[in-house]
């Protein structure tokens, strides 16, 4: 077909959600729409007019009560409205786009950070290739089965915040130090040993207990990611720049592999949504992304808890990961999320810290309810208190111990870099790494220390206690929201005519 003069591909049509709000970034967004385009894959920019037009369609009482779900907003959407939000918005463009049209289609979400590729060893390296034909195995495992809602994964670099990975990148850290003390700083680089992939998906997280893991037995040790000729010392220099992009989301120790385990079209079932990489049919969008307006983290493991309830062999996982990126150039230019903070060196990760912790709480509370049959049985407030109340203490109970365990794994390498008679601190070439390393050390005691404004400011909000009324109130009205989620689409006000379709 023809699409403003241009030929386009018929079975693809990408749909570009933008929450941005720097005029540049827009402008770049906008071009890089017209360029896809041009190549021949019809694309549609989607920013904030168009956001705000598919809501005004939407009687004004029914956008108030949907508010939990879309924000709160008069006749334009505002900006960092969060990705919860935008993705139930982009859900009711999608719908008002399909809705009446007797068309099959597959929804597939992707972010931007990631890219239709994967992250392999490659003898002592690692490699990033293209090799799986996603959307040929997608219509396969949909064509051939009853999923309704399908997630892959994501390899690259771990899909967390840095504040739940600070603990398992000090252990590593602390190897790194105890080896490269053992060596001269002009030795040949050791940190090329071949070692294997492990399957453990979730190896970078401080608290894989929480999900059901054991937790990693032993640190892993660096793998140098420097090609030409090197000694220690390069390697040295190259991860001390590492260690301050963990802070923007880089594990540089625990680098997700591909581990390919037969048939694209094997699945699994699934409880966690990445909400990055998932599809689903068009019977899918009835199942938005709850407690939107909280903006918390962990609403795609919440989200699944609640799909592998209502869906139960209907939502799958399938070993389709795309490449995730948090650094946008190779000398790992920082990236920042929303709820991260730079001023100059520093970095404030304490909305994030925030962010994380109340996600947490939601997402396990939401966990322990559906044992007791939730979604399907509307849990009485009281129950719902008790639990969010219980998990409350109990994900604080964990964050305390691991402040206590950062605490004396940083103390081990402040000793390292203040060692006198280390090489690192004899020769004037190593000081500007030796600085970075001093760098990070710093912000880990600002961001995760005992007396850092996140603690201070969670201990506050804890003992205030609206954020557990929030949880608990949000949970409580998901029923509400689920059947207004509805019944919006299936009014008359969310199906356009041919001529606004065109």
């Not at 105890?178 to 453990?200: A, W």
Request: charged share 25%; proline share 3%; aromatic share 12%.
């Amino acid at each position: 077909p023809i699409s403003e003069g241009i030929p386009v591909f018929q079975k693809i049509t990408l749909f570009i959600i933008d929450d941005s709000k720097d005029e540049s970034n827009i402008k770049k967004i906008k071009e890089i729409s017209s360029t896809i385009h041009s190549s021949g894959i019809q694309t549609h920019y989607i920013g904030k007019n168009e956001q705000s037009a598919v809501l005004n369609r939407i009687p004004p009482g029914h956008r108030r009560k949907l508010s939990r779900l879309i924000g709160e907003f008069s006749d334009i959407v505002p900006f960092h409205k969060g990705a919860s939000i935008t993705r139930n918005i982009a859900y009711l463009y999608i719908h008002q786009i399909l809705n009446g049209s007797g068309e099959k289609a597959l929804i597939y979400f992707l972010d931007s950070d990631e890219e239709f590729r994967i992250k392999i060893k490659s003898g002592n390296t690692s490699e990033d290739i293209q090799f799986i034909n996603y959307f040929y195995w997608i219509d396969k495992i949909f064509s051939s089965s009853d999923t309704e809602v399908l997630t892959g994964k994501v390899v690259g670099d771990p899909p967390v915040s840095p504040s739940v990975m600070i603990n398992t990148f000090l252990d590593d850290l602390i190897l790194f130090f105890d080896t490269v003390s053992g060596l001269g700083m002009y030795n040949t680089c050791v940190f090329h040993e071949l070692q294997p992939s492990g399957i453990f998906s979730a190896e970078y997280h401080d608290m894989v207990k929480l999900f059901g893991y054991k937790s990693p037995q032993s640190p892993k040790r660096y793998q140098c990611s420097l090609s030409r000729a090197h000694d220690v010392k390069d390697c040295f220099d190259d991860f001390s720049r590492k260690s301050i992009s963990f802070f923007c989301g880089l594990h540089p120790t625990r680098t997700q592999f591909y581990n390919h385990t037969g048939s694209f079209t094997q699945t699994e079932y699934a409880r966690t949504v990445y909400t990055g990489n998932y599809v689903f049919n068009s019977d899918g969008l009835r199942h938005f992304i709850p407690f939107a307006d909280l903006k918390l983290r962990m609403a795609g493991p919440t989200l699944g808890r609640i799909l592998r309830k209502k869906l139960g062999k209907r939502f799958v996982s399938a070993n389709l990961p795309l490449l995730h990126k948090r650094t946008i150039s190779d000398k790992h230019t920082d990236e920042f999320r929303r709820g991260v903070l730079k001023i100059n060196d520093n970095v404030d990760l304490s909305e994030e810290f925030l962010n994380q912790f109340w996600g947490d709480v939601m997402l396990f509370s939401v966990d322990a309810l559906t044992a007791s049959g939730f979604p399907e049985r509307p849990i009485v407030l009281s129950e719902i208190a008790d639990t969010v109340n219980d998990v409350r203490e109990n994900i604080w109970k964990s964050y305390n111990k691991q402040r206590s365990e950062t605490a004396a794994k940083l103390s081990r390498i402040r000793d390292y870099l203040s060692c006198a008679g280390s090489w690192w601190n004899i020769d004037s070439g190593v000081k500007e790494a030796v600085n970075n390393f001093k760098i990070f050390c710093s912000t880990v005691e600002s961001n995760f220390g005992t007396d850092s404004e996140s603690l201070r400011k969670l201990s506050e909000q804890i003992e205030e206690g609206s954020y557990t009324q929030k949880i608990i109130n949000a949970i409580h009205s998901f029923h509400e929201d689920d059947d207004l989620w509805d019944e919006i689409l299936k009014s008359k006000h969310t199906k356009l005519t041919k001529q606004e379709k065109n």
